[in-house]
């Protein structure tokens, strides 16, 4: 029987092979599940947040599919703030409509505070803007660095980030994990293969994310998408997130 997964995992051997890939695996196993749709979704860590009212959700790179986003609101009451500096993901979002534990924002992340050039390559029908791509319609956006989006929120507390911004991840890996607000679990897709970026980018970033004291628990089949979790925090007590608030400056 046809199993895509099986060779999207197939042709990642393929490429390792060729040293355009890894061939990474989970290191420790836990009981985990995948939310949001088949383009969108992400595995998390079920316990964590089964012990923790109102998980707070850093959804960063939102595109055309808040599935996952969507999900965590209703499965585990989780207040998300997403954020995404590009007309076509906000329209997006404007016209299909958003969960209302869910704050949207018209920024970037970036390692800087101002303002980046994203490109929408010619062979995209889904709206992947990214800083990496060199052709395509181009649009000036406002980003952020990590520590000047936490303080806009005023949080100390973060478990789950989310991290899927096309190529930008390796530009603010380095900002999340030497933060003092390191988050429980850390989800990000990484983009290897594409706009010329190396495998060998990916395998530093994920020996950073460990160094920093994080565990790899999820790998996809094609291994773009990792979820990692904070060493010992399934040891530690029952906390509770605070709710944000109603309203912030610059959500929409």
């Not at 979002?93 to 800087?112: D, T």
Request: a negative charge.
């Amino acid at each position: 029987m046809y199993n895509p997964d099986w060779l999207r995992y197939c042709k990642r051997v393929v490429r390792a092979g060729l040293g355009t890939d890894h061939l990474l695996g989970p290191e420790l196993k836990i009981a985990s599940r995948r939310l949001g749709s088949d383009y969108g979704g992400w595995i998390v860590a079920v316990e964590p947040l089964q012990r923790i009212a109102h998980p707070i959700v850093l959804s960063l790179g939102l595109g055309d599919d808040i599935s996952f986003d969507a999900e965590m609101c209703r499965r585990y009451e989780a207040w998300v703030y997403g954020f995404d500096p590009t007309t076509a993901s906000l329209n997006w979002i404007a016209e299909r409509g958003r969960p209302p534990n869910m704050r949207v924002f018209p920024i970037g992340i970036a390692g800087f505070d101002g303002r980046q050039r994203f490109t929408l390559p010619e062979d995209d029908n889904r709206g992947n803007f990214s800083v990496k791509a060199t052709a395509g319609h181009s649009v000036i956006c406002d980003v952020m660095r990590y520590s000047s989006i936490l303080t806009l929120l005023k949080l100390q507390h973060i478990d789950v980030l989310k991290l899927d911004v096309e190529g930008s991840e390796y530009d603010v890996i380095p900002d999340i994990v030497s933060s003092s607000v390191l988050p429980v679990q850390l989800l990000i897709e990484f983009h290897h293969r594409l706009h010329d970026i190396h495998v060998a980018e990916t395998r530093k970033a994920v020996r950073m994310i460990r160094e920093a004291g994080f565990s790899l628990f999820a790998v996809s089949p094609a291994g773009q998408e990792l979820s990692f979790i904070r060493s010992g925090v399934l040891q530690e007590p029952a906390s509770v997130s605070l709710p944000c608030a109603p309203d912030h400056v610059g959500a929409l």
